[in-house]
């Protein structure tokens, strides 16, 4: 298992795609988060029509409730792009087994230097109470890592655009319309919001 990986350009593409918490064969997701009866097809959609084969999507986890070897067989071997997994809480199989099943790379984390930052790419938002009891000296440690985590797993418990720290922003594909989002475009959203938020108060459910 991949628990720490440190991207490399051998497989970030120019247009390096991001997307989370795809939920296929999830339909209680209509009513926990609002989405549309075919938000299935709208996923599909929209990746088939943005990615290109040379492209690569990396997803924030939380592929399917269910149904593993169907919904990949069905949706993602047949998607465009290098495709890299940083497993969510949903993705119980083996990294060997998504390396095998259209999924190129398979990994916990990663942390990618791109576009002025250090991004840590995660389905969770990292914990800072976990940090805390380790070193009290963990945001210089942090800083060390990383200075710009994404994230997903929040759907729309919190609001679009959500910081708690101008440091952890939540990708939420809900607010994406369904479609994946350049991590370019990302990128320049977070710092944006940066520069326009002055406070920020911790929401709830952060680990």
């Not at 988060?33 to 097809?41: A, I, S, T």
């Not at 095998?100 to 930052?117: A, D, K, L, P």
């Not at 609001?159 to 994946?180: A, C, I, Q, W």
Request: charged share 25%; net charge neutral; proline share 5%.
């Amino acid at each position: 298992m991949v628990e720490w990986l440190q991207a490399t350009k051998e497989y970030m593409s120019k247009n390096t795609w991001l997307t989370t918490d795809l939920h296929f064969s999830h339909k209680g997701m209509i009513e926990l988060c609002g989405r549309p009866q075919d938000f299935e097809k709208r996923i599909v959609r929209h990746w088939d029509r943005l990615v290109k084969p040379s492209d690569t999507v990396i997803c924030l986890g939380d592929i399917c409730i269910g149904d593993d070897k169907a919904v990949h067989e069905k949706y993602i071997q047949q998607l465009p792009g290098f495709k890299i997994l940083v497993k969510g809480n949903h993705d119980k199989k083996s990294d060997t087994w998504y390396e095998s099943n259209g999924w190129q790379i398979c990994c916990e984390s990663m942390v990618i230097n791109r576009y002025g930052h250090k991004v840590l790419l995660s389905h969770r938002p990292p914990s800072t109470k976990v940090l805390a009891a380790y070193d009290e000296d963990w945001r210089l440690k942090q800083s060390d890592l990383y200075d710009l985590s994404i994230h997903g797993h929040q759907h729309t418990l919190m609001p679009k655009n959500y910081t708690p720290d101008k440091v952890r922003f939540l990708l939420s594909l809900e607010y994406e319309n369904y479609e994946p989002v350049l991590f370019q475009s990302f990128i320049q959203r977070c710092e944006k919001i940066r520069n326009e938020v002055t406070t920020s108060p911790l929401g709830p459910n952060l680990n």
